[in-house]
């Protein structure tokens, strides 16, 4: 797909005052008291002394797995039923308007199965490598721990993330719409390490890297990948990988589609050319208007979503309006996002706090003045590349709207003058 022109420069960031920022603040204070969607107890607030301080706390504080306060209960991944034909192919989505920074805590990241989570003992776990090699090996799970290892923070990516809004906006919702990616640590040992100990042969341009699950999701790897970035991955966020997300260990291809990083990796095998398996052929290619389909689409373009307001974060109330979002490119790093409130009439520069990591989420802020009025709220990410976001209509001209795949066009959110937020399209 051509790479869309660069971007002008916006205009001047809005800025908020302090004191408006103090009066917003004592309106949510007045608003949380009154019957805002969190009642509070009166008797709790200043300046008496409140309950959880007048008491001891929770003598069961100190316990074998940390869990969220109970008043976080509501922070969950959640599915679509009807996205998937049984509950054995199942999607679990970020809640990405209930998070902030770069790092999705493991309990919440996306994970996406295809024949049911797969319970490996990791004392029965193997990854073989073989093919074009002159060593063929298995590996144990503790043979890989021996090898020197890294930590590296990268995103992961589905291409179907959101894939519905080819045909419109439809799911009014972040996590529903965009909540296909999550940004952690993995550890693990580079996957060059594993070849050169095999040894590679002459010749050899791919890789086949196939899962130990029921639906043996395999998938053809370019050797020149394999040989860059990817990780044989064991840790996730410092802690062994959880069963959704691969235990004991995944891998992990930077920058490509989330179905490529193949989990309960159980063999690599080494040849000259791709093996043109189920999941790249009937599915995850990009069919396009003439009925021809692009395969081999691996890159996840750059992107970025809005994250609060949107439709499950409303605007609470009147003044300082923090705008809040992710951005990601796997094509190396973001260099810029920018934020627009009238549907791309205008732009401007967010501030992105660090850090800013190579196939990384960033975080990025914009704060402005808000008073009731329609807002149509947008960002567009920029990469180290060049490469700028697209809108919609720019991917629609190209591809057309039969492809669920590699949608990283520009979100737009309405804010209502109520504070409501939902899923439009501008024009």
Not at 257 to 283: F, H, I, Q, S, Y
Not at 361 to 376: D, K, M, S
């Amino acid at each position: 797909m051509p790479t869309p022109p660069r971007h002008p420069d916006g205009a001047a960031p809005a800025r908020a005052s302090r004191r408006r920022f103090l009066a917003g603040a004592a309106g949510l204070a007045a608003s949380a008291a009154g019957g805002g969607a969190a009642q509070a107890d009166p008797n709790n607030l200043p300046p008496n002394v409140p309950a959880w301080t007048r008491a001891l706390g929770d003598g069961a504080g100190v316990r074998p797995y940390g869990q969220p306060s109970k008043y976080e209960k509501h922070v969950i991944r959640r599915d679509v039923p009807w996205l998937t034909a049984t509950r054995e192919s199942s999607v679990s989505f970020t809640p990405l308007h209930e998070l902030d920074g770069i790092i999705t805590p493991n309990g919440l990241a996306f994970e996406r199965h295809h024949g049911g989570i797969a319970e490996i003992d990791p004392a029965d776990y193997r990854l073989m490598l073989h093919g074009m090699v002159d060593r063929p090996l298995i590996f144990t799970l503790a043979d890989l721990k021996r090898f020197p290892r890294v930590n590296k923070i990268y995103f992961l990516e589905c291409a179907a993330n959101s894939g519905m809004e080819w045909r419109g906006a439809q799911l009014n919702g972040c996590q529903f719409t965009h909540g296909m990616v999550h940004c952690v640590q993995y550890t693990g040992v580079p996957l060059r390490t594993l070849l050169d100990e095999a040894g590679v042969k002459p010749g050899a341009k791919w890789i086949l890297a196939e899962g130990a699950d029921a639906a043996a999701m395999t998938r053809s790897l370019p050797l020149a990948k394999a040989l860059d970035d990817c990780l044989v991955a064991y840790r996730m966020n410092g802690e062994m990988l959880r069963p959704e997300q691969g235990y004991p260990a995944r891998l992990v291809v930077p920058g490509f589609e989330g179905n490529m990083w193949v989990k309960w990796l159980r063999r690599l095998k080494v040849g000259d050319a791709p093996w043109a398996a189920r999941e790249e052929t009937a599915k995850y290619t990009d069919l396009l208007a003439d009925g021809r389909a692009r395969r081999h689409t691996f890159v996840m373009d750059a992107k970025s979503v809005i994250t609060s307001p949107s439709p499950q974060a409303r605007v609470a109330q009147k003044g300082l309006l923090v705008i809040s979002g992710l951005a990601w490119s796997g094509r190396g790093k973001v260099a810029r996002v920018d934020v627009s409130l009238d549907g791309g009439r205008n732009w401007r520069a967010a501030r992105i706090d660090a850090p800013v990591l190579d196939k990384a989420c960033v975080r990025f802020y914009a704060e402005t003045a808000w008073h009731g009025e329609e807002l149509f709220l947008q960002s567009r990410a920029i990469d180290d590349s060049g490469y700028v976001q697209p809108t919609k209509d720019a991917l629609r001209k190209i591809r057309g709207v039969n492809s669920i795949y590699h949608n990283n066009g520009i979100q737009t959110w309405r804010v209502a003058p109520d504070g409501e937020v939902e899923n439009v399209e501008v024009s």
